[in-house]
């Protein structure tokens, strides 16, 4: 999940902006919208591989929208993208793309709102191949996010969730209110 260490680099992303609105391609994508999926698609690998902060949601995804994304981030594999700083080396990227293909073939069987060992498993290689690290302690002493980890994943609404998320108070989202 997000640290408060964690570095972004935004003269990247003001960069893959730019190209973004020169460079979009005819089917409307552009880098700036591959580097999002990207993103968007490893946070979910990294939910999958906390099952404490991922049963504690509340709300599940659907399997559909887990499969999508992990077809994002099969997406960002064959383009041999490495947007993650490996935190070790050297780092088994040749292993991502058939981790992420059985991590497909598990969401396709799943039935949420349960997550099986073994896709946290997969999800936890995954992010290993990745080349990040679990946690001191591995991933199931994963420190509890600041916010609720269902605001800063990619739903299938979108953006306008979180942000409809972020006007609303504390208490409101406690109660239930929307």
Known sequence: MAHEDDIVDTDMILQMAFEHAAKRRPDGSSALSDFEQAAAAILWVHALAV??????MSRMPSREHVLRMVDWYLAYVRRDKRHVSPEFSPVPYEEREPLAMRLRALIEAWSPPGLPAEITEVARALL???GMLAPPGGWDNSPEPEMPLEEFLYWPEGVPA??????????DRERGHS
């Open 128 to 130: 290993h191949a990745e």
């Open 162 to 171: 979180l942000l409809k998320s972020k006007r609303q108070g504390p208490g």
């Open 51 to 56: 099952p404490r902060l991922f049963l504690g």
